[in-house]
């Protein structure tokens, strides 16, 4: 038997050898398996650089797409998931890394919905592991947008995580904008909300989402911070600023999600705080006649099913506070009382567990 194998084995190395010289010679070239690359894997199309990376997505085929080695962006560029497009990307042990941006680009971009030239659905990104979790994502958005979600101003489609391990971090605010989520909306446009989104879905592998956070508008503003999961901080200029962006619905089925927000920088007017997962904080205008107090962004609709949700949001004595998970950080202003902020709706069943910054919720067996 042992001589049999090592017969074999000669054979085939020697057929191996064969093939690759006879293909040389000829200027040919193999066409690349996905099991070549990424073990497990059922997706047709394989890619090893960031430049097939970024034209399937620009022209997706097939049912999914999987990464055959470690690929890092190139140039400050990111992925954009178009309206009407449903991409899955399979980690397959490999690395995919975006940050360095400098435009207000969300790190991969998911689109929302449009209406014109025509009506198409909000786009649908969906990030899977076949190696069984040694794969790794890890965005991070430019200023004033998601790490995975909305540009600046812009709301997100749908994003679901079935393995991996992803970390997701929104970009801080500028003097224009307002912070982007971890996953979720971009921060807003002057008076304009921060974005909102479609969705999001875990049901597997390791996922860690922080919202970005704001920063002081000379001495009479601040712009407000993200939601971990969730919408986008108000922005705060010179002349006005804007309310945060509403959060959105968070299924968890399996896997974990840890979700956090960040505190603002800087010395200057009071900013709403982001939630960890829901509502973006609000922009805000202070010693400004008539300038009317701004509202959080609203909560998300909560599931647990299973797996481990983990909420926390950021708070200091700087910061109008949000909800771990609930609402965004309303702000004051010369009209009206501040709005206070708002516990979300969240539902836990068997096999679930949801953990806040003081509390953890198990339900009986």
Known sequence: MGCGAGVMLRAVRT??????????????????????????TTCTQVVTTWGDLTSYFAAPTGDCVALGADITNAGGENLTVASGQAITLDLAG?????????????????????????ALAAGTFTVDDS???????????????????????KTAGQVTITGGTVTATGGNSTSTGGA?????????????????????T????TVTAIGGGGIAVGTTGRSGSAAGVGGGGGAANAL??????????????????????????????????????????????????????RAGGSESAVTVSGGTLTAMSAADGSLN???????????????????????????????GTLRLERYEFVPRG
């Not at 609402?327 to 068997?350: D, L, N, R, Y």
């Open 94 to 118: 490999n690395t995919l890394t975006i940050s360095g941006l400098t435009s207000a680009i969300a790190g991969i971009n998911v689109a929302d919905a449009v209406t014109t030239p025509v």
């Open 240 to 293: 006005t600023a804007g309310p945060g962006g509403n959060g959105f619905p968070v299924v968890v089925s399996g896997g974990s999600l840890d979700a956090s927000s960040s505190a603002p920088s800087g010395t200057g007017g009071t900013g709403g705080g982001g939630a960890g997962v829901g509502g973006g904080g609000a922009g805000t205008r202070i010693n400004t006649s008539g300038f009317p107090a």
């Open 131 to 153: 190696s069984g979790g040694s794969g790794h994502l890890t965005v991070t958005g430019g200023p004033t947008s998601a790490g995975i979600g909305g540009n600046v101003g």
């Open 321 to 351: 506070l949000a909800e771990d998970v609930g609402s965004g950080g309303g702000t004051p202003g010369m009209i009206g009382p501040t709005p206070s902020s708002t516990v979300g709706a969240w539902s836990i069943s068997s096999g």
């Open 202 to 205: 875990v049901s597997g592998g």
């Open 15 to 40: 057929l191996a050898v064969f093939t690759a010289v006879f293909m040389a010679a000829f200027g040919l070239e193999l066409a690349a398996t996905p099991s070549a690359f990424a073990a497990g």
């Open 180 to 200: 982007g989520a971890g996953i979720g909306g971009g921060g807003g446009l002057g008076s304009s909300a921060g974005g909102s989104g479609a969705g999001l």
